[in-house]
């Protein structure tokens, strides 16, 4: 009963009476030996944490810069997928995104008899002058200018493209009948009334820009500016 007892409160061994001096030191050799390996194992276990944090710390880090490179190459291929599609002065779509979006409503029209779109290509007449007595830059101004006219002039899930130089396409998408495109038509017709504000001597550092009013209509006078 007192072994048991002993074993309960925790004893591991026990060593009968009388006492043998050599029995007594190989005991308590076993038990430095098994405390020593007991202190090592925990050691290797603490050790063996600490690694593992640190792997999963540097995952971690290596997972973050994964996701931030990925983020970086999907923003570039979207990047690119847009200019791709994209005038690059403008802003607009170009004529490939032109042409699928026209391709779409032609679908429309094989789904439905009654679906109606239009199509307008607009153009500034003589447009090389402008580049010519005022330069690139001006012209590139008239450019800009002309596409958010046209942007304006349109309506909501309306398509304006650039098709390159000074051709621009309009595809009126659900247009009920022929008058509804003559309405927008003139819509756009009349942003062109109005003259082109435009700056001269932009390169010029000692002389000050100059603030001109460039008419589209003194540019053709035989005919409309913007046909």
């Known amino acids: 009963d007192i072994l048991y007892e002993a074993y309960d409160r925790g004893a591991v061994d026990y060593i009968q009476q009388p006492i043998n001096p050599k029995v007594l030191k ?5 038990f430095v ?9 925990r050691t290797i276990r603490d050790q063996l944490e600490s690694e593992v944090q640190r792997q999963l710390s ?9 996701k931030r490179e990925i983020a970086i190459r999907e923003k570039v291929e979207q990047r690119l997928l847009h200019e791709s599609a994209h005038d690059a002065l403008t802003g607009l779509p170009n004529r490939t995104l032109f042409l699928r979006s026209l391709m779409r409503c032609f679908q429309g029209l094989r789904r439905d008899d009654s679906y109606r779109f239009a199509v ?10 402008i580049n010519d007595q005022h330069g690139h830059s001006v012209g590139d101004d008239v450019l800009i200018e002309t596409s958010h006219r046209l942007e304006y002039a349109v309506r909501p899930g309306d398509n304006v493209s650039r098709f390159g130089g000074d051709e ?3 595809l009126l998408d659900r247009v009920g009948d022929a008058p509804t495109a003559e309405v927008i038509t003139k819509r756009i017709m009349a942003q062109f009334e109005k003259p082109f504000l435009v700056l001269l001597n932009r390169k010029k550092p000692a002389t000050p820009p100059l603030i001109y009013l460039l008419n589209l ?10 046909r």
């Open 26 to 30: 190989s005991k308590v050799d076993i």
């Open 120 to 129: 307008l290509f607009v153009d500034i007449d003589n447009f090389k002058r």
């Open 168 to 170: 621009f396409g309009i």
């Open 33 to 41: 030996e098994f405390f020593r390996q007991k202190e090592e194992l």
């Open 58 to 66: 540097a995952l971690a880090r290596t997972n973050e810069e994964l």
């Open 217 to 226: 209509r003194q540019i053709a006078p035989a005919k409309a500016g913007v």
